[in-house]
């Protein structure tokens, strides 16, 4: 199970600090993804963020935003969903900008 103590706290302060959060706003992010409590910080989270900062070029501010924007991202495969749409998205438009430029505006 989930203790609040061994599992839920950690992950939950993990993602207070990451995205720079505060109490209201992880709130928030808790009520529209709840099942976020049960993701794993190592295998899950920050998987996520490192590949989304980093393929779409994001500050820390636009990727707090993106995740408060989308928090379903975090339930994402990076390699069956995220990449896999994102390459679509280039293909599609031809220009990498244009569609990165799409998908962190849009998501």
């Not at 302060?13 to 190592?42: A, C, F, N, V």
């Not at 989308?70 to 969903?81: D, E, K, R, Y």
Request: net charge negative; hydrophobic share 35%; aromatic share 6%.
């Amino acid at each position: 199970g989930h203790s609040i103590e061994d599992n839920i706290a950690p992950t939950l302060d993990w993602l207070q600090r990451r995205l720079e959060l505060d109490d209201t706003k992880i709130g928030t992010m808790i009520q529209r993804l709840p099942m976020i409590i049960g993701y794993s910080t190592s295998e899950s989270l920050e998987p996520t963020l490192h590949w989304l900062q980093n393929r779409l070029c994001l500050t820390d501010d636009e990727l707090s935003n993106l995740m408060q924007k989308q928090p379903s991202l975090f339930g994402c495969s990076v390699t069956n969903n995220l990449e896999p749409t994102l390459n679509f998205y280039i293909d599609a438009l031809g220009i990498e900008g244009i569609a990165l430029d799409l998908v962190t505006k849009n998501p």
